[in-house]
């Protein structure tokens, strides 16, 4: 389930996940089936998770939570794309700056969660990337427990906001309304399926 993941370990990849990851593939099917604003509400809520971990060691540093913030107004309809934007760019960029992999993996999962608001397909940025710190900080031989614990999370929380998001009755910009507009991660799978 995790041969992919130690392949890019030796080989020293900066991401050690993908949408190809088999360990993902329930997460991404139940992706693929949400609506816009279920995917914002739950990548917005899992990043909460990294934002900690990443202030506990760099608390000085506070363009991940802007960017978390900003983004949540921005689907409030409280402010446009173009602030939100540059605080997810900021966000990747401590990433960066810092020079820390593991620290810099979750600066780059809440980024993607950020631009969830923008896109379905970050959302899956945020398991790939805060996954990728997991590994990095419990090591190649122990990582398979935190990193399935890890996933169960992502779906329970995932199958909650299916069930709750709309009954929260909040403000949304309008783009997040749009039902009628289809997933662009199952778009992306059909797409990448072989004819």
Known sequence: MFSDVKVKFQRKNQILFSRDSECLQELIQLIQQQTHRTLVMWALGCAKTPLMEFE?????????RI???LCEDWARGKMKMDKA???ILN????AKEIDDPQYGALC???GHAGATVHVETHALGLPMYELTALVLKHGIDHFEAP???????????LL?????TDKLKLEWVDF??????PNKERLLSEKQRPK
Request: glycine letters at 0%.
């Open 56 to 64: 506990e060691k760099y608390p000085k540093e506070k363009r991940p």
């Open 67 to 69: 960017c978390l913030t």
């Open 85 to 87: 934007k540059r605080a």
């Open 91 to 94: 966000s990747h960029a401590v």
């Open 108 to 110: 780059h999962a809440i």
């Open 147 to 157: 990193v399935h614990d890890k996933i169960n999370f992502y779906q329970k929380r």
């Open 160 to 164: 909650y906001w299916q069930d709750n």
């Open 176 to 181: 997040l309304l749009d039902d009628t507009k």
